[in-house]
């Protein structure tokens, strides 16, 4: 059974830093794509950052200020946020495909969430 297990969210100031973590277990992280959403109240899960093999992709919303990583060895994926704003605001979900995944930003590909970690970002 693969299990996905966030933390790392907490309140920071706008500009500032968050470092995200998920760890798997019942699957290597390396065997499938991995990706980060994020859901604003009132608003649909948005695509963040996802990882395929050696490839990174990012939302338009957050290049040049998140980087998402892997450690097989760990088996975690990190999310490393960095010029944090007011709009970065949301719940933030890992998530696991069901393998290598042709179609990287759509949430239904996905078949395995966490449970979210809040990340709150005061302006």
């Known amino acids: 059974q693969v299990q996905l297990v966030e933390s790392g969210g907490g309140l920071v100031q706008a500009g500032g830093s968050l470092s995200l973590s998920c760890a798997a277990s019942?699957?290597?992280?390396?065997?499938?794509?991995m990706a980060w959403f994020r859901q604003a109240p009132g608003k649909e899960r948005e695509f963040v950052a996802g990882?395929?093999?050696?490839?990174?992709v990012y939302s338009d919303s957050v290049k040049g200020r998140f980087t998402i990583s892997r450690d097989n060895g760990k088996n975690t994926v990190s999310l490393q946020m960095n010029g944090l704003k007011s709009e970065d605001t949301a719940v933030y979900f890992c998530?696991?495909?069901?393998?290598?995944?042709?179609?990287?930003?759509?949430?239904?590909?996905?078949?395995?969430w966490g449970q979210g970690t809040q990340v709150t970002v005061s302006s």
């Open positions: 990882i395929r093999f050696s490839s990174r």
């Open positions: 019942g699957t290597p992280v390396s065997s499938r794509t």
């Open positions: 998530a696991a495909g069901s393998g290598i995944l042709s179609s990287i930003r759509e949430s239904h590909m996905y078949n395995y």
